[in-house]
């Protein structure tokens, strides 16, 4: 089996980043449980990620704790 690894650049703010490494069969939801473990941060808010690169348009996945959509 040929497993294919996605790479992330995940930046926090300026000057502080953290470069993901993440195999392709892994969900949104555990590239979201390995941001939060890279900067140490705790679980306990809901999540997005917005696929056309800007907050708030266009298609986005939600945390599937999120009952109310955007």
Do not use: C
């Amino acid at each position: 089996m040929n497993k294919k690894i996605y790479v992330f650049k995940v930046l926090y703010r300026r000057g502080i980043w953290r470069r993901i490494q993440l195999y392709s069969e892994y969900t949104l939801h555990n590239l979201n449980e390995v941001i939060l473990k890279a900067y140490d941060f705790d679980n306990d808010h809901l999540y997005g990620f917005f696929m056309e690169g800007k907050p708030w348009q266009g298609t986005a996945y939600w945390s599937p704790f999120n009952d109310e959509g955007p």
